[in-house]
Nanobody, 121 residues
Framework: QLTLVQSGEASAQAGGSLRLSCRAS?????MAWFRQTPGTEREGVAA???????NYADAVKGRFDIIKDNGKSTLYLDMDALTPEDTAMYYC??????????????????WGQGTQVTVSS
């Protein structure tokens, strides 16, 4: 079994920084962060295969950093230069094997409970 437990609700002012975490019960080859706002589809934010092969959505490239600590079985998302458009429910996802496109939800078999991120103007 593979389970994911995310850190709690987080908030920041525009221009600020936040770190989200996701603790996995066991190693998973590929892990990712998705986000979703009301009425929209869940979109890929960042993903990592192994620990070094990373992908980012254009909207967050250069501002967000995904880190997978395989020793701790923990995934992090470091978010800098936050804007109100980053406000969303953020979900951690994992795939035991690194198969499928990183930005597709069906690549991942396990999901965290979600973390509400709010960025104020």
């Amino acid at each position: 079994q593979l389970t994911l437990v995310q850190s709690g609700e987080a908030s920041a002012q525009a221009g600020g920084s936040l770190r989200l975490s996701c603790r996995a019960s066991r190693y998973a080859t590929s892990m990712a962060w998705f986000r979703q706002t009301p009425g929209t589809e869940r979109e890929g934010v960042a993903a990592v295969k192994g620990s070094l092969d990373k992908n980012y959505a254009d909207a967050v490239k250069g501002r967000f950093d995904i880190i997978k600590d395989n020793g701790k079985s923990t995934l992090y998302l470091d978010m800098d230069a936050l804007t109100p458009e980053d406000t969303a429910m953020y979900y951690c996802a994992a795939s035991l094997y690194g198969l499928g496109l990183w930005y597709q939800t069906n690549t991942y078999s396990t999901w965290g409970q979600g973390t509400q991120v709010t960025v104020s103007s």
